[in-house]
């Protein structure tokens, strides 16, 4: 049996094959069952033990007890392993015995990628609970898991899952040499690694997608998307991804067709807002003033009229103080998280205005800028996104409205230029067709 | 993926349109400047076919690989050196002109210098990308600013001041022979398709132009709306007094909803980024073209990492640009931009035909192998 199984699953480091044999009695059987998707103790419990301890003829306890049933048809043997059953092989005959364990209810609720009516659980710190919530929504015996151990000293298990048939072979191979080269002490968490293994330090944007998200996982898996489950870490990494990927949210799949397609629409408007409004803030009300319709620049410029100082500073002025606002509600305890928020939000807000250190527009523009980085819905995104509108405040200072375009324009040219593990990063893939092919193959020799 | 030769063919449309050709056709609207835009398409629908179908006998591979089949190192050195010279050319002069154009209409106060070096150093830094990166950053630029061209051309020709009368009475002065600049500036329009002499490199080997009929028609329509919808605005007359025609033409336009009134501000957006396009496609194909003069080039059009003679050739395009630009007046410019039009049509009918030569000479060896 395991010989045949071995051809017909993928080579999967959590797919355990055994063979037992009593020095006593001289029986064998084989074993055979995924270990996240078993409760391995039900395992111990009724075939190895009482099989080690020859309490009474093995094949009697098979017979007796209702667990096990007798498989006939090899080809049901695929499906049974995957859905959490133990296969065993004694004297030829083939039982398969019901060990399936679901650890939904060990997972944790979802922290930071959160829906309304998806999956609320996410994977968990512990590998076995993630693999087993992985495998149970991935029932492919393509799916393929490796293991791996990164950090001389902490010796974190590693592990890597992809689609065998699907996963892009030279993505893979780079990833495993990216995972080889590592050499690191301790590494805690998925975010260390994100940075370890993305292939420029000084970029603006991420090329490895951190979730927390079965479903995102199990749609990424069958995209052909290589997947890394940390030992001890409640985030899984995605790779390669687009920058489209960033901006797609798992809900996306699961409400209304049409709102879905305008929440896309309104993501990148948001993602435009809160990049640029700032620069455009200081460019339009420091140079070209005249820009707006005649009332709407009377009413910008009237609002301004008590505050002292250029446009920057007052952008300045708010911007570090929403920045304060945002590290300071992460870094407290979650009891006085809203005191925070009120003080800085509604009380300090509504006080600067009124003291004239800080223009009314500026109030609105902030909290929009700050509210429109949070509907990306992935976070390592609105991270890196909350860094981009810094440069374009610094080239609107300096050149205006023009500055804000081309710093713009640099952000576009940068993004095209990036590759996330071999794979175009920014691109607008088209209706594609094989028979066609795609650009860059010719000269690919 | 004839998407992407759609774009090349359009950015080049596109800019030039909007920066110093209205200027020169109007000059000439009661001489030939009609009968050169009637006269265009027929012309570089020809050369267009010539090209592509000469192209196509080549796949995968750009000029300078072309030329290096059936010349010597040497001959293949100058045709390129020449060749990046007035592609160079090309993108310097667009992105000098736009930074006159902020620096008149958008940031009087800025000092154009500093203006003009930001722009150079965007340009040259996107220019030294990777030719797939530049075709993404074409198609993204491009398909941004579409839609905003047709609105502004929309709202112009809707504008209560156009006046048809004035249009049909330059309209009637089709009789006239074209001249050599009008004509020069018309058909430069539809030379989009010499992009495809770098590009060619990175479509997929069975690739087939498509709708290629097409491409000389649309361009057609934007030529006519851009020459006749600012005569339309601006009277027959006074059309001749501005440089910058467009922008002129944008600025008669207002919104009557929305932030913004004036239409010029959002035409200024879109050109920068149709601009800054142009510049860069024009040299990414300089630094490829003048690469393959340097030994040891590896000819790679998705490669990792810029290597260092891309950047070293930026650098010199950029200093070039900037120090010739220090000493050329507006003026100057203008002039400089007439007589780079006239060279150049005769330059790109002498490339396209000898490219069209060497097809049908590849093609008849082929067909000899074949026979013997």
């Given at each position: 049996?395991?010989?045949?199984?071995?051809?017909?699953?993928?080579?999967?480091?959590?797919?355990?094959?055994?063979?037992?044999?009593?020095?006593?009695?001289?029986?064998?059987?084989?074993?055979?069952?995924?270990?996240?998707?078993?409760?391995?103790?039900?395992?111990?419990?009724?075939?190895?033990?009482?099989?080690?301890?020859?309490?009474?003829?093995?094949?009697?306890?098979?017979?007796?007890?209702?667990?096990?049933?007798?498989?006939?048809?090899?080809?049901?043997?695929?499906?049974?392993?995957?859905?959490?059953?133990?296969?065993?092989?004694?004297?030829?005959?083939?039982?398969?015995?019901?060990?399936?364990?679901?650890?939904?209810?060990?997972?944790?609720?979802?922290?930071?990628?959160?829906?309304?009516?998806?999956?609320?659980?996410?994977?968990?710190?512990?590998?076995?609970?993630?693999?087993?919530?992985?495998?149970?929504?991935?029932?492919?015996?393509?799916?393929?898991?490796?293991?791996?151990?990164?950090?001389?000293?902490?010796?974190?298990?590693?592990?890597?899952?992809?689609?065998?048939?699907?996963?892009?072979?030279?993505?893979?191979?780079?990833?495993?040499?990216?995972?080889?080269?590592?050499?690191?002490?301790?590494?805690?968490?998925?975010?260390?690694?994100?940075?370890?293994?993305?292939?420029?330090?000084?970029?603006?944007?991420?090329?490895?997608?951190?979730?927390?998200?079965?479903?995102?996982?199990?749609?990424?898996?069958?995209?052909?998307?290589?997947?890394?489950?940390?030992?001890?870490?409640?985030?899984?990494?995605?790779?390669?991804?687009?920058?489209?990927?960033?901006?797609?949210?798992?809900?996306?799949?699961?409400?209304?067709?049409?709102?879905?397609?305008?929440?896309?629409?309104?993501?990148?408007?948001?993602?435009?807002?809160?990049?640029?409004?700032?620069?455009?803030?200081?460019?339009?009300?420091?140079?070209?003033?005249?820009?707006?319709?005649?009332?709407?620049?009377?009413?910008?410029?009237?609002?301004?009229?008590?505050?002292?100082?250029?446009?920057?500073?007052?952008?300045?002025?708010?911007?570090?103080?929403?920045?304060?606002?945002?590290?300071?509600?992460?870094?407290?305890?979650?009891?006085?998280?809203?005191?925070?928020?009120?003080?800085?939000?509604?009380?300090?807000?509504?006080?600067?205005?009124?003291?004239?250190?800080?223009?009314?527009?500026?109030?609105?523009?902030?909290?929009?800028?700050?509210?429109?980085?949070?509907?990306?819905?992935?976070?390592?995104?609105?991270?890196?996104?909350?860094?981009?509108?810094?440069?374009?405040?610094?080239?609107?200072?300096?050149?205006?409205?023009?500055?804000?375009?081309?710093?713009?324009?640099?952000?576009?040219?940068?993004?095209?230029?990036?590759?996330?593990?071999?794979?175009?990063?920014?691109?607008?893939?088209?209706?594609?067709?094989?028979?066609?092919?795609?650009?860059?193959q010719a000269g690919a020799r | 993926m004839n998407r992407y030769f759609f774009y090349n063919y359009f950015i080049v449309c596109f800019t030039n349109l909007m920066l110093l050709i209205p200027y020169f056709l109007t000059a000439d609207r009661y001489g030939g400047a009609v009968m050169s835009i009637v006269l265009s398409p027929i012309f570089g629908y020809i050369f267009l076919y010539m090209f592509t179908s000469s192209l196509s006998k080549f796949p995968g591979k750009a000029l300078p690989e072309i030329f290096s089949l059936f010349y010597p190192k040497w001959i293949v050195n100058i045709v390129m050196v020449y060749k990046a010279v007035l592609i160079g050319i090309a993108g310097a002069l667009v992105i000098s002109t736009y930074a006159v154009i902020i620096t008149s209409f958008l940031n009087p106060n800025a000092n154009q210098y500093v203006m003009l070096m930001l722009l150079l150093i965007v340009c040259a830094y996107a220019a030294t990308r990777s030719t797939v990166s530049i075709a993404f950053i074409l198609e993204i630029s491009l398909l941004l600013s579409l839609p905003v061209i047709a609105f502004v051309m929309y709202k112009t020709i809707n504008n209560p001041l156009m006046n048809w009368d004035a249009i049909h009475v330059i309209a009637n002065h089709v009789d006239h022979m074209p001249t050599l600049l009008s004509f020069a500036c018309a058909s430069f329009v539809f030379t989009g398709y010499l992009n495809m002499g770098l590009f060619n490199r990175i479509l997929p080997p069975n690739f087939k132009f498509k709708y290629i009929w097409s491409y000389p028609i649309i361009a057609f329509i934007v030529l006519v709306i851009t020459f006749f919808v600012p005569i339309g605005i601006h009277g027959t007359e006074t059309v001749s007094q501005y440089i910058f025609l467009w922008s002129a033409t944008a600025d008669s336009t207002r919104m009557m909803y929305g932030f913004i009134e004036r239409m010029l501000f959002v035409f200024l957006i879109v050109l920068i980024n149709i601009s800054l396009t142009f510049t860069m496609v024009g040299w990414h194909m300089v630094i490829e073209y003048i690469r393959t003069i340097i030994p040891n080039n590896v000819v790679n059009p998705d490669e990792k990492k810029a290597p260092l003679r891309s950047y070293i050739i930026a650098g010199c395009i950029i200093i070039i640009t900037f120090v010739t630009m220090l000493k050329v007046t507006d003026d100057l410019m203008l002039k400089f931009t007439a007589y780079f039009l006239i060279f150049r049509l005769f330059s790109e009918t002498l490339t396209t035909t000898w490219i069209f030569i060497l097809s049908r000479k590849k093609v008849r060896k082929y067909e000899k192998e074949a026979a013997s």
């Open positions: 049996m395991l010989e045949r199984l071995k051809i017909i699953l993928s080579p999967s480091e959590d797919l355990i094959q055994k063979e037992l044999k009593h020095p006593i009695s001289k029986q064998t059987i084989e074993l055979a069952f995924y270990l996240p998707l078993v409760d391995e103790a039900k395992v111990h419990q009724f075939v190895t033990v009482p099989f080690s301890k020859n309490e009474y003829p093995i094949s009697s306890l098979f017979q007796s007890n209702s667990n096990f049933y007798i498989v006939e048809d090899p080809a049901s043997w695929v499906d049974l392993i995957l859905r959490g059953q133990a296969l065993i092989e004694h004297q030829n005959v083939i039982y398969a015995f019901d060990a399936m364990h679901y650890k939904y209810n060990d997972a944790p609720v979802t922290q930071v990628e959160s829906t309304i009516r998806g999956p609320q659980h996410s994977i968990s710190e512990d590998p076995i609970i993630a693999l087993n919530l992985i495998r149970n929504a991935y029932m492919s015996p393509e799916l393929t898991i490796d293991q791996r151990q990164v950090g001389t000293i902490s010796q974190t298990s590693l592990y890597i899952l992809y689609d065998q048939r699907k996963s892009n072979q030279d993505t893979l191979k780079l990833v495993m040499n990216k995972i080889e080269a590592i050499h690191l002490d301790l590494i805690n968490s998925t975010g260390e690694l994100e940075r370890l293994l993305s292939s420029k330090k000084y970029q603006l944007f991420p090329t490895l997608l951190m979730t927390e998200r079965v479903d995102r996982i199990s749609r990424a898996l069958s995209l052909g998307k290589i997947v890394l489950v940390l030992k001890g870490s409640q985030y899984a990494l995605i790779l390669p991804v687009t920058f489209f990927d960033f901006i797609h949210a798992v809900e996306d799949h699961y409400e209304s067709f049409w709102m879905t397609r305008l929440l896309i629409v309104f993501r990148y408007i948001a993602l435009f807002i809160t990049v640029s409004l700032p620069g455009l803030y200081i460019a339009v009300l420091s140079y070209n003033p005249e820009i707006f319709r005649l009332q709407l620049a009377f009413s910008l410029v009237a609002s301004r009229s008590v505050v002292p100082y250029p446009s920057f500073i007052e952008v300045f002025i708010m911007l570090i103080m929403i920045e304060m606002l945002l590290e300071s509600s992460i870094r407290i305890p979650r009891f006085i998280g809203p005191a925070s928020t009120t003080v800085g939000g509604l009380i300090l807000g509504s006080a600067i205005q009124q003291a004239g250190l800080v223009s009314s527009v500026m109030i609105i523009v902030t909290s929009l800028m700050a509210i429109s980085n949070f509907v990306l819905p992935v976070y390592s995104m609105t991270l890196a996104v909350r860094f981009l509108k810094y440069p374009i405040i610094f080239i609107a200072i300096f050149f205006g409205l023009s500055g804000v375009c081309v710093g713009l324009y640099f952000y576009i040219v940068y993004l095209c230029n990036m590759r996330s593990f071999g794979e175009y990063y920014f691109r607008i893939r088209g209706k594609f067709t094989p028979q066609e092919g795609d650009i860059g | -």
